[in-house]
């Protein structure tokens, strides 16, 4: 069992995350790396993915960083209370794949910055966020 498997031991993914399919494919303290196979139901108009693919990705990756406690036994939660995002460029490739950082912060919030490339390095978007821990995990 690897330790990404080992810490998300017995957590069943949000109904959210099993209908668009990202997933949690590296958590650290103060990092996560979330990815998204490109699939038609997820793009626009246009043939690109929705911009809020963009930031679901965006913000479930920050949300992610901030809450790493290495710990199965001891789960954080946090909420948004803000999110910025900017638009840079089109996915070419068939992922998406969504790394962040946590920033700063203290004992009730956390700041966190990240971006979404696809797979052949294509930088698409960036976000900050504004998140506060849930109390009692």
Known sequence: MTELERLLDGEPPSELQKHLGYRLVAWAPDFARVELPMAAYLTN????PHGGIHAT????????AGC???DPERRQMALTLSLTVNYL??????RLIAEARRTGGGKSTFFAEATVRDDTGAVLATGT????????G
Request: proline share 0%.
């Open 89 to 94: 460029g089109q996915a070419r490739g068939t």
């Open 45 to 48: 108009r246009q043939g690109l």
């Open 68 to 70: 790493y406690t290495g």
């Open 57 to 64: 990705l965006l913000d479930t990756a920050m949300g992610f």
């Open 129 to 136: 966020g504004v998140f506060r821990y849930r109390r009692g």
